[in-house]
């Protein structure tokens, strides 16, 4: 994989450039809106880009990537790629644009430890300096990282049948419910006729929308309809705070039953593999959207083995598809719901008011777990699924937006 020359190079570098890297991506993505403006407009998520998720998550995963490569040099982190491919892929992200992500990035790298790189005391070289055989060696990195994700997501996209750059496709509204105060359901049909897109329970697709700006910003949504059936349905919760979500917001207050709507082809790594081992499926708020899909699955497989639902919310009528959630686990031979809300109703067993406590869950031996919440959420979850003896190995996550645990077993 990396060169035995390079990997001294990045392991001797890797420091600084880690010190930098918060840094480094804040000008990257400076000088890449400057440059192309549409990629803001029509790609990255806005919202994201304001909070500086976005940034958090590119530094995250350089920094792993690179840290795997120099500790494992003759491997590659799969996992951690194929996890960035389907998000890409969804987005329509082009092999093209990796050249133009390595122009910025590589100038920005250059620029901050450029300026950061001065004499040592005794007039040696600072060990952040960027000398051309360092920036040979963090070349090679990025191009085994961008290589790898673009033959990935090219296998992805001959999957769903699709070009790059054309995952989209026209779909149009057949129905609408309003699940929660914030939380609506969309069920869509494609509107050329053609069959719906296979898909696996937990995948999601990206949305595209045009705004009032002329912006046209995507979103991905779980989807939450059976793989079988001729429509497609997603679960939108409403995002409002700073700043609120602007897709979500639009889809709330604009899109009806008629409305046409651009929606990418199937993608997501966080799928149920056919196995007959225990299953535990851990959610909170918007979270429990791929776990309804896996839910219906499950029931119409006829899943034997124990299923363990948890869910926590912050009260019964904030829960989206709470009444899904309850019936599809009722349809399991060996299944157990167990709810937890923070302002629970009258009746609502004091053991499951507040947050997800795992103490009084059974989790039975060689369990297979898939969490899907926030990431407070899904820390908190995972550590108690270890001290229960759950494998590392065997807990799979999906994060709604920046994947700010991709740097994490």
Known sequence: MLSEKSTA?????????????????????ERLFEAHPALLRD?????????????????GSIAAFATHLVD???????????RIAHKHASLGVTAEQYEVVHEHLFAAIAEVLGRAAAPGPN?????????????????????????ALIAIEARLHAEQGVLAGDVWRAWTVVGRTEETADCATFRLRPADG???PAFRPGQYVSVQVELPDGARQIRQYSLTSAPGS???????KRVTGAP????????????????????????????????????LLASAGIGCTPMVAMLEQLAATGHRSPVTVVHGDRSPAAHPLRADHAALTAKLHDA????????????HPASRTGRVDLASVPVPSGTRAYLCGPLPFMRAVRTQLLAKGVAAADIHYEVFGPDLWLAQD
């Open 123 to 147: 007039g040696d070289e600072s060990p952040g300096r960027l000398t051309p055989e360092t920036a040979g060696a963090w070349d090679e990195v990025y191009w085994l990282m961008a290589n």
């Open 194 to 196: 053609a069959p719906a």
């Open 336 to 347: 157990a719901a167990h709810f937890w809300y923070e302002d629970p109703e009258p009746g």
């Open 230 to 236: 001729e429509l497609r349905s997603f679960t939108v």
């Open 9 to 29: 190079a990045v392991r001797a570098t890797l420091p600084a450039v880690g010190a930098a890297i918060g840094t480094i991506t804040e000008r990257f993505y």
């Open 43 to 59: 790609l990255f998520n806005r919202g994201n880009q304001a909070a500086g998720l976005q940034k958090q998550a590119l530094a």
């Open 72 to 82: 494992h040099p003759d491997e590659r982190p799969d996992a951690m790629l194929g």
């Open 244 to 279: 609120d979500g602007e897709v979500s917001g639009h889809l709330h207050a604009h899109l009806r039953e008629g409305d046409s709507l651009r929606v990418s082809a199937p993608y997501g790594d966080l799928v149920l593999d056919a196995c007959d081992a225990p299953l």
